[in-house]
């Protein structure tokens, strides 16, 4: 019993702020406008911020795991990889196979990651995750464009941007690996811009949870609601599974494990269906698989910490 009660309050914290966002919403206290403009506040600034902040304290030689990383990132590339040919099998259009495939492996590491981490391993497992997520970001990108663009006839790719040079220049990336650099040689921060960064450090998950909160509608429940819950399934059940596995042969135990498999299991990233829907994706089919995951992880992270708790990680 006395897990129970402490995996609830691990993940219930988390989704009541996600909760209190959709309420915010319908009192319309948030607008659309509001929301966008804290996305991409929050996005651009106030994660880079944290991640720059967490990661630069941390001493890197203790925090970094290589085998963490390559386990992770290995799992992304197996859930790319198997929903992938399994969509092309089942000869699916090219708009749902890069969504389905997409969404499959695309996890949001960034708002509910992290928050699931904080939650569970406190101010360690945070830096942790930061740093594991600073590797692991790139990949996502790449292959969520690999993805949506490889089943698109040639003609079609071609018309597109360079979204490679999008996933370079990805300020989450730019922001993990200046904190990198910062914890690897251990460079001084000035005391004054160490405690503004720690003011910004505190406000930016809640204002993140709150804008996922603000930004689920149910009207997005709107495309083939089977092939979500199988994507759903794949994100928030076979990756953990896979990265269980990956990461214990990989020789990887304690926190990092534990952290590992809690990344591997977020729903799927809001980005997933603003990427679709630029890059010719099922952009309904996208939004469904965000918003069903997104309900169903509130369950599937009980299981998960119960199991990791259970097991003394």
Not at 34 to 44: A, D, H, I, K, S
Not at 304 to 311: F, M, N, R, V, Y
């Amino acid at each position: 019993m006395n897990l129970l009660v402490e995996t609830i309050t691990i993940v219930l914290p988390v989704f009541l702020i996600i909760a209190l966002g959709t309420l915010l919403r319908r009192l319309r206290l948030f607008d659309t406008d509001f929301l966008q403009q804290t996305n991409r506040l929050v996005y651009v600034v106030f994660l880079p911020l944290l991640l720059f902040y967490k990661i630069a304290h941390a001493d890197f030689a203790s925090y970094f795991n290589g085998p963490l990383v390559v386990g992770s990132s290995l799992v992304i590339v197996l859930g790319f990889l198997l929903t992938f040919f399994y969509s092309g099998l089942r000869r699916y259009p090219a708009p749902i196979r890069g969504s389905f495939c997409q969404g499959s492996f695309r996890g949001n590491l960034a708002y509910v990651g992290l928050a699931i981490c904080l939650n569970a391993y406190g101010d360690d497992g945070l830096t942790r995750a930061g740093i594991l997520m600073g590797f692991l970001v790139p990949v996502l990108n790449l292959f969520a464009i690999l993805a949506l663009l490889l089943p698109q006839e040639r003609k079609e790719q071609e018309r597109k941007p360079n979204w490679l040079a999008q996933v370079v220049l990805n300020p989450l990336i730019i922001a993990s690996f200046l904190g990198i650099i910062w914890s690897y040689w251990q460079l001084p921060i000035p005391l004054i811009i160490d405690r503004a960064l720690g003011i910004t450090a505190g406000v930016t998950l809640p204002l993140a949870l709150l804008a996922i909160g603000g930004g689920f509608s149910l009207q997005r429940l709107r495309g083939d609601l089977l092939l979500a819950g199988l994507a759903s399934t794949v994100k928030l059940a076979v990756l953990p599974l896979l990265a269980l596995i990956l990461l214990v042969a990989l020789g990887v135990s304690g926190s990092d494990l534990g952290i590992g498999i809690l990344m591997a299991g977020t729903p799927a990233a809001t980005a997933t269906y603003i990427m679709a829907h630029q890059l010719k994706g099922d952009a309904e089919l996208a939004g469904s698989i965000v918003m069903l995951s997104t309900l169903v992880s509130a369950a599937s992270y009980t299981v998960l910490l119960l199991l990791l708790k259970g097991a003394g990680l």
